[in-house]
């Protein structure tokens, strides 16, 4: 069986203690709490049944702690998935969506994300998926919002002239006049 690894001695038993008390990390106090059982004299076993893990996970954390002291013993935040879209794709796909799409060229009127999905593909090579694009520009800021297309030979002087209001009252009728006496 090989050698239990070393747990480095410019910390003693007490001062991981103070250390875990004064912690707001609930992870990292039951991390120092079983290493102080090892400085105590303690086995690996007893840590272990400390801290509620097995042996391989304390070893672990003496490995840790041997490396970066108390503070190597606090729960890290995973890194997460890297993101499809680049910071430069990003800003490829903003500067395309307010541009908005060339009936001629892109085959559609509106974005949606499907299209969108499809632009992405055609001239980044880069594949992604309806979900994952609608969060993407949920985050960028943009909205599920749609203007009403309008046609390329639209005549903004007879749209005027159709929108002209009537009158603002008419007279009332004579029937109606005759209910009131």
């Known amino acids: 069986m090989a050698a239990a690894l070393p747990l480095r001695s410019d910390h003693s038993a007490d001062d ?3 250390i875990a008390r004064d912690s707001d990390d609930a992870d990292q106090t039951r991390r120092l709490l ?17 801290g509620g893990v097995g042996l391989q996970v304390v070893r672990d954390w003496v490995l840790r702690f041997n490396v970066g002291g108390p503070e190597a013993l606090r ?4 890194r997460g998935k890297r993101p499809i879209l680049t910071d430069e794709q990003r800003t490829k796909l903003a500067a395309a969506i307010e541009a908005g799409p060339k009936p001629y060229l ?5 974005w949606r994300l499907v299209d969108l999905a499809q632009w992405a593909h055609d001239e980044m090579g880069v594949s992604v998926s ?6 993407g520009l949920r985050a960028m800021g943009f ?11 639209q005549d903004e002087d007879a749209l005027a002239e159709f929108k002209k ?3 603002a009252s008419s007279p009332p009728s004579v029937s109606s ?3 009131r006496r």
């Open 130 to 135: 309806r979900q994952t694009l609608g969060r």
């Open 143 to 153: 909205r599920k919002l749609s203007a009403r297309p309008q046609h390329y030979a």
């Open 165 to 167: 209001t009537s009158a």
């Open 106 to 110: 892109d085959g559609v009127v509106r």
């Open 177 to 179: 006049m005759a209910g």
């Open 16 to 18: 991981l203690r103070r």
């Open 75 to 78: 729960t890290r935040k995973a």
């Open 34 to 50: 079983a290493l102080a059982v090892i400085l105590d004299g303690g086995s690996r076993g007893e840590a272990a049944r400390t």
